[in-house]
């Protein structure tokens, strides 16, 4: 079965403490995206990955970090730097960065307690 | 930053009727596409509607860009109570390497 998965599809954390978010894909795909997503609102993006041992920042990457040790591979780390994490987070690939289709996991609903 | 603004926020109509959601953006794009979510899922791909085209159609989805006034529509037709969802469109912006998405319209369809 191709296609990307996320874990836990639900997390409670303790404010103060850090938190991994894990994406994993098995399309072969060379970009994966992670984005944030409030009620009722859309989607912002947090890091980026053009590539294995490179990512970038997006619009919303304060509080966050991320590593892409392997093409598979994106985790998010939501650290206690984030002062409202309580989101729906996305994963997404795509064959190349830019604007090819992007396929999504089916998210991880995190909530601090 | 958003890109993409959907309009209208919310669309209600009946099952068999059409349905349109409108998007606008602000800077060149090479690229529009449009998305579908379900509550509490993850986003999926509809459609991609290059820069050099105007009208794109998947089944019952009509895609139309004008890069002159820099907004694109889908129509679904004969929409049925499945296609309740949210719908994005995100462009992918001319010198950059991602997407921006937008609020999206969020589409009820009554039996």
């Known amino acids: 079965d191709g296609g990307i998965t996320q874990s836990p599809k639900y997390l409670f954390r303790k404010e103060g403490q850090n938190v991994t978010l894990s994406c994993e894909q098995n399309l072969n795909h060379d970009a994966m995206y992670w984005y944030r997503q409030d009620p009722g609102q859309g989607l912002r993006l947090i890091y980026y990955?053009?590539?294995?041992?490179?990512?970038q920042k997006g619009d919303i990457a304060e509080g966050y970090s991320v590593s892409r040790e392997k093409k598979e591979s994106f985790p998010l780390t939501v650290t206690s730097a984030q002062k409202n994490p309580t989101a729906f987070y996305l994963c997404a690939s795509s064959t190349t960065s830019g604007g090819g289709a992007q396929y999504f996991g089916p998210g991880t609903r995190l909530t601090v307690l | 930053s958003q890109q993409g603004e959907e309009d209208p926020q919310a669309l209600s109509i009946q099952e068999g009727e059409n349905a349109t959601m409108n998007c606008s953006y602000k800077t060149s794009i090479n690229n529009l596409q449009w998305y579908r979510q379900n509550s509490g899922r993850g986003l999926v791909h509809l459609i991609l509607?290059?820069?050099?085209?105007r009208e794109k159609h998947s089944g019952r989805l009509r895609v139309t860009l004008d890069t002159s006034k820099k907004s694109s529509s889908l129509l679904i037709t004969a929409s049925r109570a499945a296609d309740t969802a949210s719908y994005f469109c995100?462009?992918?912006?001319?010198?950059?390497?991602?997407?921006?998405f937008g609020a999206g319209t969020r589409l009820t369809v009554k039996p």
């Open positions: 995100a462009t992918d912006a001319v010198g950059n390497n991602d997407m921006r």
């Open positions: 509607i290059r820069s050099n085209e």
């Open positions: 990955s053009q590539i294995v041992n490179d990512f």
